[in-house]
């Protein structure tokens, strides 16, 4: 599918951003947005970005002779595009892998474990043995358990390693 703009929606886009880029700078300057924080500076930021954007895009149609803008036929808009969408994914991907991140600690458990004498005496053999501390022996047995279709909870063989 291909989207043109003609000349005079280009004119047009290009005055409403000069005005919009005008009204959010005079605002910042007359302390009108300031119980709003930092977003009229993005806003004006905006704006002035989108009145660049539709400048140029008037030059180019003016320069190809073209009474219709082509996104398509616009390589540097082309190519923010791509860099705008690779940037987006990145930061999309970043978030799924906090979220991915922020589930496992969710999922994590930490316990205190008090053990009994005898109990405790054969965990700590079993980590001497294997040259390991007690708690990392436990979390062996605990990644290794297994809850049966009735409830009961086993662990099979285990030789602790590294």
Do not use: N
């Amino acid at each position: 599918m291909l989207t043109t703009w003609r000349g005079i929606g280009v004119a047009e886009r290009i005055a409403e951003a000069a005005a919009r880029e005008r009204e959010t700078e005079r605002a910042l300057v007359d302390g009108a947005f300031a119980e709003y924080g930092s977003e009229p500076e993005r806003l004006a930021a905006v704006w002035a970005a989108k009145h660049r954007k539709w400048r140029r895009v008037s030059l180019l149609m003016d320069a190809s002779g073209r009474d219709a803008y082509e996104p398509e036929r616009d390589v540097q808009g082309c190519e923010w595009a791509r860099e705008r969408d690779e940037r987006r994914q990145g930061v999309l991907s970043g978030h799924a892998a906090q979220l991915v991140r922020r589930q496992d600690e969710q999922d994590e458990l930490r316990a205190e474990l008090w053990l009994s004498a005898g109990s405790g005496r054969l965990i700590r053999a079993a980590a001497a043995w294997a040259g390991l501390r007690p708690v990392e022996v436990l979390a062996q047995l605990a990644e290794r358990v297994v809850v049966g279709g009735d409830g009961t909870v086993s662990v099979p063989p285990l030789s602790p390693s590294r």
